[in-house]
């Protein structure tokens, strides 16, 4: 093999690997966006389903916030993702959807105490997701988003634990 051939293949080399982990650096960030924004429509729709089916006010005024917040912040993220050429969710994952399912089954102040419950546990999954984001992702931007969307999010959560607290089981 001739000096022009081996470092041919050694500039070839270095860029299948720069490539590789462009596309690494890639799905990492569209895992995020895909997540994120599957967590969120899951929280608008369940929070439609506690608009209708809640019986207390206080369920219902968080109902409407994790409509508004959420709506948001899915915004945002879309336009982030848009920027970056991610794809966002067009729906909740599987295991929300069931988790939405238990909740049409419910009704009245058992309805309340589901929903409350089930918020607590969304929004830790939702933060976790979040702070491992901040931790080790590699996307700037989306870094910065999750980031600044944690303190909402821990927000959503104190006041879900209230729910909780006053409708739901105390675990």
Do not use: C, W
């Amino acid at each position: 093999m001739t000096k022009t051939t081996k470092t041919f293949f050694s500039g070839a080399f270095a860029l299948l690997v720069g490539l590789a982990a462009n596309m690494a650096v890639a799905a990492e960030g569209d895992n995020f966006v895909d997540e994120a924004s599957a967590k969120g429509i899951a929280e608008i729709e369940t929070a439609k389903m506690a608009l209708d089916k809640g019986t207390s006010e206080d369920v219902k005024q968080f109902a409407q916030k994790m409509i508004d917040d959420h709506t948001k912040a899915n915004q945002e993220l879309a336009q982030l993702a848009q920027q970056k050429d991610l794809e966002m969710s067009d729906e909740a994952t599987l295991m929300d959807k069931a988790k939405a399912m238990i909740l049409k089954l419910r009704d009245g102040e058992n309805f309340d105490k589901a929903y409350a419950n089930n918020q607590v546990v969304a929004h830790e999954q939702t933060i976790e997701l979040y702070q491992e984001y901040v931790e080790s992702g590699d996307n700037a931007d989306l870094k910065q988003f999750a980031q600044k969307s944690l303190p909402k999010l821990e927000e959503h959560l104190k006041h879900a634990k209230e729910l909780q607290a006053k409708h739901g089981d105390k675990n």
